[in-house]
């Protein structure tokens, strides 16, 4: 496994020409075709040496001075394919042609290319970002899942193929896989990064996010990436709370134990609350939205293609037309409730920041699997931002600490994750 590459050093050399783009390119694709057959974080790409050497070029033409070129140029990022990219076929880890999927870049992928960045490939996501893996591994071992449905985004950072990649998460597909391979990812709060040129799984819900190895490079890829960024000052140490009750309890107890040491060694003042009330019922509203959702936005590519859908997602689809419209109404003033309470709890409480697991335990073995999303649903169900730091291992295997922030509060809860990483590097 290559050594993770940090974002922000990166980025700073490649602005300087050191080394310069088609040197860049270079490395980036012997890397890719040395590491990436183990892996299987990218989509395979036979032209990617060709087109990326065309892309380095014109950038360059762009930018002829060092003065001036934008934050990430030639940072080569990994791209979920569920995104659309110009150029490039998205398959959304489906067996479906690629014309039924085709469409347009959106706004994420525009500010990628103003920013100066070199799409290294479509990684490899679950199909539709749903539950059926795809054929990513986990770096750290080949044996156990990297996570999903932002599966290979994940494992291309943890392998040290590129230094960003971007993700979506509709309940646990960026949170997770960084757990799970050991790398910092960042959701931020629903709609505040663009998700328009995006392949849907459930709108209400729906974000995308991103990778890197530190909080440095996620919180310079989200100054680029997110709308209205404003750079958050230097903040105190935050206040933790930890939610206690049934959530916690689906929790490996050989994880929760390893959680609470590192709670513990932070040095850092916690509240211990139970903000979710009925967490069966918050577990109930989400699955209703979600799968009422899918079910929607596939009703035509279903009824053409359903024949080439696994069995997972056809199993989802076909639960979710069980839900009917009243229902999935329901469920989204249950969740407008929900936020309101949470936000009234966690500001009664004095909370700077929820910390919890940021998976049920380390990666499981096998690849049959993308393990359970439970750590992060009651947030995705409220829409806040949240970050995943790596937090020691367990089983030979990464362990992430889950962060949570207010609404809206992203900067500061970036902010406040790089503390709480250094406490955990201390």
Aim: net charge neutral; aromatic share 4%; charged share 20%.
């Amino acid at each position: 496994m290559e050594p993770m590459t940090p974002l922000v050093p990166a980025a700073a050399r490649l602005r300087a020409g050191d080394p310069p783009l088609d040197e860049h390119v270079e490395r980036l694709c012997t890397r890719i075709d040395r590491v990436d057959p183990g892996v299987r974080a990218f989509v395979p790409e036979p032209g990617r040496h060709d087109r990326l050497t065309a892309d380095a070029r014109a950038l360059a033409a762009r930018h002829p001075v060092a003065a001036g070129r934008p934050p990430l140029y030639g940072v080569a990022v990994g791209v979920k394919d569920v995104v659309h990219v110009d150029g490039l076929p998205t398959h959304a880890g489906s067996a479906l042609p690629p014309g039924a999927l085709a469409g347009p870049e959106g706004a994420l992928m525009a500010r990628l290319r103003a920013a100066g960045a070199l799409v290294a490939g479509k990684t490899v996501t679950a199909e539709f970002a749903v539950l059926a893996p795809g054929q990513t591994r986990n770096p750290h071992d080949l044996a156990h899942s990297p996570g999903g449905s932002s599966s290979g985004s994940a494992a291309a950072v943890a392998a040290g193929l590129v230094p960003l990649a971007i993700g979506t998460q509709t309940v646990g597909s960026m949170i997770r896989p960084a757990a799970y391979c050991g790398v910092v990812g960042f959701r931020p709060t629903y709609g505040r990064m663009p998700v328009d040129g995006v392949i849907a799984h459930a709108p209400t819900l729906d974000t995308t996010g991103c990778y890197a190895s530190d909080v440095a490079g996620v919180v310079l890829a989200a100054s680029v990436l997110c709308d209205d960024w404003r750079p958050a000052g230097a903040p105190g140490a935050p206040v933790l709370g930890v939610p206690v009750g049934p959530y916690l309890a689906e929790v490996r107890p050989e994880a929760l134990a390893a959680f609470e040491r590192t709670v513990a060694g932070l040095g850092l003042p916690v509240r211990r609350v139970d903000p979710f009330g009925d967490f069966e019922a918050v577990r109930h509203h989400l699955l209703t939205i979600i799968r009422y959702e899918l079910a929607q936005g596939h009703a035509d590519l279903f009824a053409r293609f359903g024949g080439l859908y696994r069995p997972e997602t056809v199993a989802a689809i076909r639960q979710g037309r069980g839900i009917d419209r009243a229902d999935h109404a329901a469920a989204l003033a249950a969740r407008a409730d929900f936020r309101r309470r949470l936000a009234g709890v966690t500001a009664a409480r004095g909370v700077d920041v929820w910390v919890t697991p940021a998976a049920t335990g380390p990666a499981p073995r096998g690849l049959d699997s993308t393990g359970s999303a439970v750590m992060s649903l009651p947030w995705s169900l409220a829409g806040l931002p949240a970050v995943s730091l790596p937090a020691g291992r367990l089983e030979g295997l990464p362990l992430g600490l889950q962060c949570v922030g207010a609404e809206g509060g992203d900067e500061r809860l970036l902010a406040h994750a790089a503390v709480i990483e250094g406490c955990l590097a201390a």
